[in-house]
């Protein structure tokens, strides 16, 4: 049996993302986007490296949701269960000592795939966020039906050369080299409220670009969600104090 994880609340109106209840799965290996078996360089740069905000980062004025409960985590929740088993690994993807985490299986099962949908809608309905910004290219999944059931808008955020009008960028540092990320100029403005999606956080790199991003023209990130964590890559503490919020996480 495999174990999962889902994050708690410190209090009736606190989300604690350091703590975490333990739930069985119902059958091992069952989580998505790919991990390659970590080396002592891979955590060593999970450990080190951390989500350096832009100019408006350091006095956000962003909170955590006050959010009183949410139905995945109970631990008798059947979805999250539902969720875990839909999801395949499939070893020595796309190279040797590569574990890739399939999602194409969740989203095959429509009862999986519209629970995973509904327990981010549950958490973020009614919280002002105007803004759902989707990490290419899983995040484009999970996002825009978020969007369309908080009434918020979804914004894209792209590879280099992918977005046809004006952009603004940001440049990242991976384990083994950089990257861009671009967002269209004037996709949102000064004062909203962003959720950043993704479907999976491993090192953390490209959600921490996605917050610098936003935060250079003034939006407010209250929050970024995944459902898959990798916490043996620590991207959770590369981003820093920015709340992450996540369903599944595979137990180390």
Same mark, same amino acid.
């Given at each position: 049996?495999?174990?999962?994880?889902?994050?708690?609340?410190?209090?009736?109106?606190?989300?604690?993302?350091?703590?975490?209840?333990?739930?069985?799965?119902?059958?091992?290996?069952? %989580?998505?986007?790919?991990?390659?078996?970590?080396?002592?360089?891979?955590?060593?740069?999970?450990?080190?490296?951390?989500?350096?905000?832009?100019?408006?980062?350091?006095?956000?004025?962003?909170?955590?949701?006050?959010?009183?409960?949410?139905?995945?985590?109970?631990?008798?929740?059947?979805?999250?269960?539902?969720?875990?088993?839909?999801?395949?690994?499939?070893?020595?993807?796309?190279?040797?000592?590569?574990?890739?985490?399939?999602?194409?299986?969740?989203?095959?099962?429509?009862?999986?795939?519209?629970?995973?949908?509904?327990?981010?809608?549950?958490?973020?309905?009614?919280?002002?966020?105007?803004?759902?910004?989707?990490?290419?290219?899983?995040?484009?999944?999970?996002?825009?039906?978020?969007?369309?059931?908080?009434?918020?808008?979804?914004?894209?955020?792209?590879?280099?050369?992918?977005?046809? !009008?004006?952009?603004?960028?940001?440049?990242?540092?991976?384990?083994?080299?950089?990257?861009?990320?671009?967002?269209?100029?004037?996709?949102?403005?000064?004062?909203?409220?962003?959720?950043?999606?993704?479907?999976?956080?491993?090192? !953390?790199?490209?959600?921490?670009?996605?917050?610098?991003?936003?935060?250079?023209?003034?939006?407010?990130?209250?929050?970024?969600?995944?459902?898959?964590? %990798?916490?043996?890559?620590?991207?959770?503490?590369?981003?820093?104090?920015?709340?992450?919020?996540?369903?599944?996480?595979?137990?180390?």
């Amino acid at each position: 049996m495999s174990t999962l994880r889902t994050l708690l609340l410190s209090g009736p109106n606190s989300i604690a993302l350091s703590h975490q209840k333990e739930i069985l799965a119902p059958s091992p290996n069952r %989580l998505s986007a790919w991990i390659a078996a970590p080396s002592k360089n891979s955590r060593s740069a999970g450990r080190s490296l951390r989500c350096n905000r832009g100019r408006y980062g350091v006095d956000s004025k962003s909170q955590p949701l006050q959010v009183r409960g949410m139905a995945g985590q109970d631990e008798k929740d059947p979805r999250i269960e539902r969720i875990s088993s839909s999801i395949r690994v499939i070893p020595d993807f796309p190279k040797k000592g590569i574990l890739f985490q399939d999602i194409t299986t969740l989203l095959l099962d429509t009862r999986a795939f519209k629970d995973t949908i509904d327990l981010f809608v549950e958490r973020y309905k009614g919280k002002d966020i105007s803004v759902v910004a989707g990490i290419e290219a899983r995040g484009f999944i999970f996002g825009p039906p978020i969007a369309l059931a908080i009434g918020a808008k979804f914004v894209p955020m792209r590879k280099p050369n992918k977005l046809p !009008g004006e952009v603004i960028s940001e440049e990242y540092s991976l384990e083994y080299g950089k990257d861009v990320m671009e967002m269209h100029v004037g996709a949102v403005q000064e004062g909203e409220r962003a959720l950043v999606i993704d479907d999976l956080i491993a090192t !953390g790199g490209t959600l921490c670009a996605a917050i610098r991003l936003l935060e250079r023209v003034g939006v407010d990130v209250v929050e970024c969600a995944c459902v898959i964590e %990798l916490p043996e890559l620590k991207g959770r503490e590369r981003l820093g104090d920015k709340p992450l919020f996540v369903l599944v996480s595979p137990s180390e």
